[in-house]
């Protein structure tokens, strides 16, 4: 598994259980449309904990990312747990990457984006997958991502209907590494 890089270590940390608190209040505040509980953050943190990081904001948490190895084509639903990870992964999935105000447009973003990739890249996956809300899908296009269109996968299938789950302006975006 790859280590944090230098840059990223000054900002980023791996994810600890004493954090969740911290991370549901900056989920609160970040996605107040895509309520989580807070079972779907320690699920996840328990099945791959490499995936899950906290940016420091001085003393505090200011935002965090949650990932893991994944089906293709089929993001967890919303406020959905997952049970276990696959055992033959095809898509790395970025579940959730919050930033609090003051910590955008400083290259947090950016950095735990890297990290992703990097990780993806580690467990041999030719895909990093996600669901673009709250009007991110420029900023997912600037990191390589692009939106899979609704015709193309149907509008009907499973995955539309996971969209929906979300939002009508959710989009599915993909990355080739």
């Known amino acids: 598994m790859p280590e944090l890089s230098a840059e ?6 791996p994810m600890s259980s004493a954090d969740l608190p911290r991370v549901m209040a900056i989920a609160g505040q970040v996605h107040p449309a895509f309520p989580e ?9 328990r099945l791959y904990a490499g995936g899950c990081l ?5 003393s505090d948490i200011g935002g965090y990312v949650i990932s893991h190895p994944w089906r293709a084509l089929d993001p ?17 999935y970025l579940h959730d990457l919050a930033l609090l105000p003051q910590l955008r447009a400083t290259g947090a973003a ?8 990097a990780r993806a890249g580690s467990e041999k996956l030719a895909t990093v997958s996600l669901v673009a809300v709250n009007g991110s899908a420029g900023f997912w296009r600037r990191h390589g991502f692009r939106a899979i269109p609704l015709d193309a996968i149907g509008a009907d299938s499973t ?3 996971k969209l929906r789950g979300y939002s009508k302006a959710a989009a599915f975006m993909v990355r080739q590494l």
Do not use: H, M
């Open 37 to 45: 509980d807070g079972e779907i953050f320690a699920e996840r943190l």
């Open 159 to 161: 995955l539309a209907r």
């Open 8 to 13: 990223a270590k000054g900002q980023w940390r």
């Open 110 to 117: 950016s950095l735990a984006v890297s990290q992703a990739l």
């Open 54 to 58: 906290v940016c420091r904001a001085g």
């Open 76 to 92: 967890p639903a919303l406020n959905s747990r997952l049970g276990e990870l696959p055992g033959d992964p095809e898509t790395y």
